[in-house]
């Protein structure tokens, strides 16, 4: 199985920052990565799709980039709204397979 | 507005099967392919496996032998059925439609948690 390694774990940040976090995987996925957000007792939201694709409706402050095997999730100007878990999701070999997580806190 | 709801038991005892449904609403069941994830507690995301509506389907080989995916285009659900549980079983259980453009989900479920224990 391909392991995706989320760095950091968890990052505290405040309104306004940028934050960048990022997904290495263990092998080579193309750009077949996908980014989500999940907040407390929700269900993921698809942010980020085949790298870089912004899904509709997803405010235009997120963005991804990378290909192969490192990959950067970057939230530009924080809002209230963005402090959650975010994943990254691996979808080029099977089983598709996800990042441990990285928490985002209010500093 | 594609709206997917999960249903079944919340407590389910060792050994036996988890049986769950997904109920999709404003979109059909015969178009796209959809999924099953877990997330144990305090835990990341496991892919369990997904279905067309064609039957087709591809499992998780970690638990390929103990997991069935069907889908009832009459009543526009899908369902998955784990045999064997145990506690490692536990988690809030995700059904998700897939896009076109890549193996990712849009519209997911809002879950429903599962306890294996006697």
């Known amino acids: 199985d391909i392991q995706m390694t989320q760095s950091p774990s968890s990052v505290s940040a405040s309104v306004g920052d940028r934050v960048t976090i990022t997904c290495r995987a263990s092998?080579?996925?193309?750009?077949?990565l996908a980014w989500f957000q999940q907040k407390p007792g929700k269900a993921p939201k698809l942010l980020i799709y085949?790298?870089?694709t912004l899904q509709s409706g997803v405010p235009s402050r997120f963005s991804g980039s990378g290909s192969g095997t490192d990959f950067t999730l970057t939230i530009s100007s924080l809002q209230p709204e963005d402090f959650a878990t975010y994943y990254c999701?691996?979808?080029?070999?099977?089983?598709?397979?996800f990042g441990q997580g990285t928490r985002l806190d209010i500093k | 507005q594609v709206q997917l709801q999960e249903s079944g038991p919340g407590l389910v005892k060792p050994s036996e099967t988890l049986s769950l449904t997904c109920t999709v609403s404003?979109?059909?069941?015969?178009?796209?392919?959809w999924t099953w994830i877990r997330q144990p507690p305090g835990k990341e995301l496991d892919w369990i496996g997904y279905?067309?509506?064609?039957?087709?389907?591809n499992y998780n080989p970690s638990l390929k032998s103990r997991v069935t995916i069907s889908v009832d285009t009459s009543k526009n659900q899908f369902s998955l059925n784990v045999t064997s549980v145990t506690a490692a079983d536990t988690a809030v259980y995700y059904c998700?439609?897939?896009?076109?453009?890549?193996?990712?989900?849009?519209?997911w479920g809002q879950g429903i948690l599962v306890t294996v224990s006697s």
């Open positions: 998700a439609r897939g896009i076109t453009t890549m193996t990712t989900w849009d519209y």
């Open positions: 279905i067309f509506a064609s039957g087709s389907t």
């Open positions: 999701q691996q979808a080029d070999t099977f089983p598709i397979t």
């Open positions: 085949a790298a870089s």
């Open positions: 092998q080579g996925v193309s750009r077949w």
């Open positions: 404003g979109a059909s069941i015969t178009r796209d392919y």
